[in-house]
């Protein structure tokens, strides 16, 4: 495998509404974030993943952009967002933006024009059907509840909405819309910026039959995604992007690829296609998703957590590269998901931490998993602003459910879990906003915060900063493959990962009670060296046969023979 930065890189993503507000009105911004770039370089991490701040009526919280080149007025100016590049690139950090362009805003200049009438110049850049029967023209669903189709009286024509009625689908198959995206796309990276994370990137070719799922029968919404999910132009798309613009410049792309299998990954980041540096795919985040989607909630086992973790290790090795992440702006918490934000709050985290930095990939760390911030549970649906979450409980009210169980499964489930502000002190508001926030923060501020993190030299933020160390200082941790041992124990995830000489163990607890490791003969080495773990650990124990402690996580450089 070829070596290239990227690879080398932790990644660590801000969520700029929810970071640090600057100027007391409630909402994070970038003078906040300029005033926290000296943590982040604490941290160590060397890429930032910044979430939309682009001009948007946020209906989705910057996901919906009305003008892809001017700033949102909540978040500042175009200057201000120059001296967070500046300032990221004079501590030696990089930037990558988000890049939103299977839809807009539907008040978007593009979208203003086009639904004046059949014949207007932008018309084609959204996806318009007649209505069938006095309905939708299909039965497709939306992401965010109830039908994928709006009705505009104007022309009396429905255009196409994957997401919220307010993020029209752009329309690909129109080449001058490709050109004003590639346009757009050069004027960022004339700018400096280092790259771009693609907002569900494979769903921008659609089958253009539109075909219904079911016979019409039912009258409901079904998922289309067979008919959107690499469509039947996705990679052509792509390779004319990458053409036209990435390969122009030293830059990282990792693109948002739902219901990715990694066979189908291997065809957006192989190494010789042209297209992407890396997908997030969603088959780890769907372990605990029952047959009626996310809010059917089941219980995870760590068999199915392992195996895709390894399908995805094995399947895309020597191929292309993985992207590493147990949590984002869209996911529960990984520490309350995966862990135990209880009695095992810090060995967890350095636990699940360990895992995610010493797998072959990129890691990418989410604003305070670095603290070990969990999920929230608000007494009331109002305290909520998600509009999934809100779309959905309103739904599901209207069908009957049982309140109880809906808010249940808000709360291991909803995307407001990773959004409450970041806890950066045990002062008012968690020290994020002088002002009232624009969603509560979570109480347990006044014990998660970073500066009692960056006090305690055990904590969590300490163990990450090792973590990220031990990635720059041995690169194993980075290019080595990977084997999985001890495969059929529900209990511990152990592996090994080999780069000529050297070989590195990861052997972790995944629950509270104690467990035993046992190392197969076939791994064989001369020296070992104690790279990392959570718990102490005597130089002279033996790694044949170790007795985990709870949520115990060890990580040993071996050398010699193997
Ligand atoms: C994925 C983004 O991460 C999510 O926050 C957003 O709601 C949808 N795409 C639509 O843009």
């Known amino acids: 495998m070829n070596k290239i930065w990227w690879k080398e890189s932790v990644v660590y993503q801000i969520y700029p509404r929810s970071f640090m507000d600057s100027n007391g009105d409630g ?6 974030i300029i005033s926290k770039l000296d943590y982040l370089k604490e941290l160590g991490v060397d890429v930032i993943w910044l979430c939309p701040v682009y001009e948007s009526p946020n209906d989705d919280n910057g996901y919906d952009i009305s003008n892809y080149q001017t700033i949102m007025d909540d978040f500042g100016t175009l200057a201000d967002w120059e001296a ?13 933006m988000d890049l939103v362009v299977n839809h807009s805003s539907d008040e978007h200049a593009w979208f203003a024009e086009a639904k004046t009438s059949k014949d207007n110049r932008y018309r ?12 939708e023209p299909n039965d497709w669903g939306s992401f965010f509840s109830g039908s994928a189709w709006q009705y505009e009286e104007q022309t009396d024509e429905y255009y196409l909405h994957l997401f919220s009625k307010k993020q029209p689908d752009l329309n690909w198959e129109n080449q001058d ?4 995206i590639y346009k757009m796309m050069t004027w960022w990276l004339d700018k400096g910026i280092d790259g771009f994370r693609m907002d569900v990137i494979n769903l921008i070719s659609k089958d253009q039959e539109l075909p219904s799922v079911g016979d019409g029968s039912s009258g409901s919404y079904h998922f289309g995604g067979q008919y959107f999910m690499n469509g039947p132009r996705v990679h052509e798309y792509l390779q004319e992007m990458n053409r036209e613009v990435l390969s122009k410049y030293d830059i990282m792309t990792v693109g948002e690829a739902i219901g990715v299998t990694p066979e189908d990954a291997a065809l957006y980041v192989g190494e010789d296609r042209n297209e992407l540096n890396m997908v997030f795919h969603f088959e780890l985040m769907d372990v605990d998703s029952g047959p009626g989607g996310k809010w059917d909630v089941k219980p995870w086992n760590l068999a199915d957590f392992k195996r895709i973790i390894s399908k995805w290790q094995t399947g ?38 360990t895992l995610l930095h010493t797998l ?55 995307r407001d879990n990773g959004r409450t502000p970041m806890q950066w002190n045990d002062g008012p508001h968690a020290g994020f906003t002088t002002g009232s926030p624009w969603i509560a923060v979570n109480p347990n501020y006044t014990t998660i915060n970073a500066e009692q993190a960056l006090n305690d030299p055990d904590s969590i933020f300490h163990y990450y900063k090792k973590l990220i ?22 209990h511990v995830f152990a592996y090994v990962r080999t780069l000529g000489n050297e070989q590195l163990l990861v052997v972790l607890n995944f629950f509270e009670t104690p467990a035993d490791f046992t190392l197969e003969e076939s791994v064989q080495y001369e020296t070992k060296q104690l790279l990392i773990s959570n718990y102490e650990v005597a130089d002279d124990d033996d790694i044949r046969q170790i007795a985990l402690r709870p949520y115990e996580a060890r990580v040993y450089k071996l050398h010699g023979i193997h």
């Open 27 to 32: 909402i994070g911004d970038i003078q906040g």
């Open 84 to 96: 967070l590049l500046d300032g990221l690139h004079g501590r030696g950090m990089k930037l990558i």
């Open 124 to 135: 084609d850049y959204y996806i318009w059907r007649p209505g069938q029967g006095g309905r």
């Open 177 to 180: 819309l490709r050109q004003e």
């Open 316 to 353: 895309l090795h020597g191929k292309g590269w993985n992207s590493l992440y147990l949590n984002n702006h869209d996911q529960p918490r990984m520490l309350s998901r995966f862990g135990n934000d209880s009695t095992y709050h810090k060995q967890s985290a350095k636990m699940l931490g």
């Open 360 to 414: 072959q990939g990129t890691p990418y760390i989410y604003q305070g998993e670095e603290l070990g911030m969990t999920n929230v549970q608000f007494n009331s649906i109002l305290e909520y602003k998600d509009i999934e979450t809100l779309n959905m409980y309103n739904e599901y009210i209207a069908a009957g459910h049982d309140e109880q169980v809906i808010m249940k499964s808000i709360y291991s489930k909803g």
């Open 469 to 490: 160390r031990l990635r720059k200082e041995h690169n194993v941790t980075v290019y080595a493959d990977y084997r999985p041992l001890m495969e059929d124990d529900h």
